[in-house]
């Protein structure tokens, strides 16, 4: 039973490159959510779906893509990273109609 | 805007004391309270939630206190231990808006044996 699952754990990118942080859930749950995590700033919502195909912007979307092309899998792409998108960033899923977030274990980032 | 005001950012008890981590907000469409705790290398975890139309909800040691005229809601950790040091953070949310959270900027707890 692995819940939220994100890879890579950890990352180190170089300003201007690109990558693409995964995250996969197994609890058949209709809604995904990409946060990022700072010091002193909680946790903010940067894209969320509720469905497969489907995908909206939050409170911090821009600089960042999305795409849910099966209900399972949630992408978050950074086509050009830049060091403010240094953070954790947190992948999360819920059923639906029912407000209880499964978290997974976060991606560290560094853009350098 | 923070739509989530929690404060304070750190505490420090002793063992067995009370902490107490206030949130407060404006937006009375929401209609979910949840706090989640964090250990350091991990992801969130709901620890308790509440609903507007009750006041008080006890789990174990943690109890939230609802005051829906003040917009405000705590979090209560009776008896604590060490183990309960961890990050805090409360939350709210509303249902026509998929469930989309918007949470407090933490509270950071210590324990002290």
């Known amino acids: 039973n692995a819940g939220v699952t994100q890879t890579p754990k950890f990352r180190v990118l170089k300003t201007g490159q690109s990558m693409t942080l995964l995250c996969a859930q197994d609890?058949?749950?209709?809604?995904m959510y990409w946060y990022r995590q700072d010091p002193g700033m909680g946790l903010r919502l940067i894209h969320y779906?509720?469905?497969?195909?489907?995908?909206a912007k939050g409170e911090v979307p821009d600089g960042y893509n999305v795409s849910r092309l099966k209900k399972q899998n949630f992408l978050l792409g950074l086509e050009s990273a830049a060091p403010s998108q240094t953070s954790v960033y947190f992948c999360?899923?819920?059923?639906?109609?029912?407000?209880?977030?499964?978290f997974g274990s976060g991606t560290r980032l560094t853009v350098v | 805007q923070q739509q989530v005001k929690q404060s304070p950012q750190s505490l420090i008890v002793q063992k067995g004391g009370i902490p107490i981590i206030n949130c407060a907000y404006e937006?009375?469409?929401?209609?979910?309270f949840p706090w989640y705790q964090q250990f350091p290398g991990k992801g969130p975890a709901l620890l308790i939630a509440?609903?507007?139309?009750?006041s008080e909800k006890k789990e174990g040691r943690f109890t939230i206190s609802f005051n829906k005229s003040a917009k405000q809601f705590s979090l209560h950790i009776m008896d604590s231990q060490p183990g309960d040091s961890a990050t805090y953070f409360c939350?709210?949310?509303?249902?026509?808006?998929?469930?989309?959270?918007?949470f407090g900027t933490g509270t950071s707890l210590t324990v002290i044996p």
């Open positions: 999360a899923s819920s059923q639906l109609n029912q407000a209880r977030y499964t």
């Open positions: 609890m058949n749950h209709e809604y």
């Open positions: 779906s509720v469905g497969e195909g489907t995908t």
């Open positions: 937006n009375t469409a929401f209609d979910y």
């Open positions: 509440i609903r507007p139309d009750v």
């Open positions: 939350a709210a949310s509303m249902r026509s808006t998929g469930n989309q959270f918007y």
